[in-house]
């Protein structure tokens, strides 16, 4: 399965962006979903988590700042992004953790990132 990550971009400080992210194909079962971000010369860090029990959790830079959601209908992963700084800039990866049947093994997906620049 690929995950196609879009919404990316230029945007300045204080503005906002949503980030949507969604499988090329249904999966049998998803245990995990969310984004992680990458920053030039640093290491990739979490940005946001959902679990299928509905378990949240948050990076410390961005709460209270980014909302992790899914739409089940459309299969989609999003992440609203609102008073956006500039050391939110970063190549966002999106990432599930599932099983694509029942017969095959639970794995770790990751789109193919996309940019967020945030100008000062």
């Known amino acids: 399965v690929q995950l196609q990550a879009s919404g990316g971009g230029l945007v300045q400080a204080g503005g906002s962006l949503r980030l949507s992210c969604a499988p090329s194909?249904?999966?049998?079962?998803?245990?995990?979903m969310g984004w992680h971000r990458q920053a030039p010369g640093k290491q990739r860090e979490l940005v946001a988590v959902?679990?299928?029990?509905?378990?949240?959790n948050y990076g410390d830079p961005v709460k209270g700042r980014f909302t992790i959601s899914t739409d089940n209908v459309k299969n989609t992963l999003y992440l609203e992004m609102n008073s956006l700084k500039p050391e939110d800039t970063a190549v966002y990866y999106c990432?599930?953790?599932?099983?694509?049947?029942?017969?095959?093994?639970?794995?770790?997906?990751w789109g193919q990132g996309t940019l967020v620049t945030v100008s000062s």
């Open positions: 990432h599930v953790y599932g099983q694509l049947t029942e017969a095959t093994p639970l794995t770790n997906y």
């Open positions: 194909r249904r999966m049998s079962k998803i245990h995990i």
């Open positions: 959902l679990t299928n029990t509905g378990d949240l």
